[in-house]
């Protein structure tokens, strides 16, 4: 049976449910032009629903000269005709939702192509109402507070125009000209713009670069409380016109600026977690999790009940280091990074796959870990299958590499020929195509793909605990074992995760509230007994497991 839209905009669906980043670009190409498109999701949604996924977030698809790979739209109100019409984003939203599948777009306010007629008008005409549209300097001094993003490829945050006889602020590249926010049609726009779209059935956003839209001269022109005042704006517009919708943030910052986006359940429903995410790789660097707990009793009780962390291990950028202290970058670099030309930007430019050595166990862990925490999991396509990446492509383009259907030509991505394709296919040889690839791996029970979705089932099968917002870490002293407990009505689901190399072997007391009968959920190479009121459990090498046991006051009446 279909699900009903009131099934999908339920309140809190998202906190059940699983995520799943894709690049249209990059995952299906159903027309054999090399160029992946929105056709080529929809032929696609069986496998996602199969995967487990309950939401997909689809990178920009606007119309874009692709600069910054549709971070740069230039028409805010069309689909990228490389990626088909608005009927194939009509069928593509209709076919998600028939399979219980939420769609959620990508939010791009802070910034436009400079290709945009906006801009081009702005920067020709000093009498255009569009002027004041961008942020203009006759010295591009001013704002000098606030951060480069890529200092890498750019050195000022001004750009000088000889068509304007001014400078313009970017946050970002150069081709990125930044919306001036102290300007109100800017904010209705942009308002309209998430109306656009969200009446033609999607499911809510990913909010780019959410901090940067205000600049406040002698700040650091980030989180200025006009920015929380804009989402909020946008936050209750959905609610009022669009219930049930929900919004994801973009926010690379500290904990405190992080978390301020949540805003007592008035602005964002989800945060993406940039300060825990380094740390789940660096547990397995020095087999020390207790940074994780450290990370999550900072950030979990600054979350309101309705609201919830989006974590995840990779994305479609860099894997960001911003967040980490410096002693922490070396490790992550000694340990993860040993690859020439792998550094970019403030953080490596690597999939999940190799920088975890191709090792299953490792890819597993992790993926387990995200998927036990409270809040919401976000994978990144591709990396159920454990595909790799192309260093040889610039900036971050070798991590958005097409999809890895099979091992036939272009991987199964495309029927067209190799040279023209949008982006060539993986070559080096333990992560290309004849090694991973989705038809084999569905083949092979015991591959990567299956114990992905294994993973996904088993959480949704356990919606109420899972779902719970509660979270309890364990204390293990120096075990390279991490433990925590997911408390709800009836259950506490155990998580223990071995970040070591070698077996661990843990001693977890049971409290008094819990019948001392385990049932496991879960569990890759461990063993565990119960001696009296301590639950004893032996784990392999980067193993974990998930153990229910029902509380007492929920026990049935023999
Ligand atoms: C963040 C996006 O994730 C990234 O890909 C993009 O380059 C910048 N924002 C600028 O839009
Ligand atoms: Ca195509």
Known sequence: MSPTESDLRAPDWFRTVVFYELPVRSFYDSNGDG???????????????????????????????????????????????????????????????????????DLVTNHISDQHPWFQEARKDRSSPYRSWFLWSDTGKEFSRARLMFPDYEHSNWTWDDAAGQYYFHRFFAWQPDLNYDTPAVHAEMLNFARFWLARGLDGFRCDAVPYLYKREGTKCQSLPEVHQFFQTLRAMMDAEFPGTALVAEANQSVPETVAYFD????????????????????????????????????????????????????????????????????????????????????????????????????????????????????????????????????????????????????????????????????????????????DEDRQPGSLLWRVRTLLRIRAS?????????????????????????????????????????PATVTVPLPPTVWASPVELLRTGSSSTVVGHDYMARLDRRGFSWTLFLTRRARPVP
């Open 35 to 105: 160029i992946g498109d929105l056709a080529g999701v929809t032929e696609k949604l069986d496998y996602l629903r199969d995967l487990g996924v309950g939401a997909i977030w689809l990178l920009p698809f606007y119309v874009s000269p692709w600069k910054d790979d549709g971070y740069d739209i230039s028409d805010h109100y069309r689909v990228d005709p490389r990626f088909g019409t608005m009927d194939d984003l009509a069928a593509l939203v209709e076919g998600a939702h028939a399979r219980g599948i939420r769609v959620l777009g």
């Open 264 to 439: 007592q359940g008035k602005e964002f429903q989800m945060v993406l977690h940039f300060p825990a995410m380094p740390n789940f790789f660096l547990s397995i660097g020095d087999q020390n999790p207790k940074r994780v707990l450290d990370v999550l009793r900072a950030t979990l009780p600054g979350v309101p009940g309705d609201c919830g962390w989006a974590y995840f291990l990779r994305n479609h950028d860099e894997l960001s280091l911003e967040q980490v202290s410096d002693e922490e970058r070396a490790l992550f670099f000694r340990e993860f990074d040993s690859t020439p030309g792998a550094r970019i930007h403030n953080g490596i430019r690597r999939r999940l796959a190799p920088l975890l050595k191709g090792d299953d166990s490792s890819i597993v862990l992790l993926t387990a870990l995200i998927l036990g925490l409270p809040g919401s999991p976000y994978l990144y396509y591709g990396d159920e299958i454990g595909m790799g990446d192309r260093l040889d492509l610039t900036d971050r383009d070798g991590v958005r590499t097409p999809m890895q259907w099979s091992s036939g030509p272009n991987g199964g991505f495309s029927t067209a020929p190799p040279e023209e394709l949008t982006r060539p296919i993986v070559t080096d040889a333990p992560f290309a195509p004849a090694a991973r690839n989705v038809a």
């Open 462 to 502: 356990h919606a109420a605990v899972f779902g719970s917002e509660r979270f309890e870490g364990i204390e293990l002293g120096d075990s390279p074992v991490l433990g925590f407990w997911r408390p709800s009505a009836e259950y506490r689901l155990l998580g223990l995760y071995n970040f070591a190399p070698e």
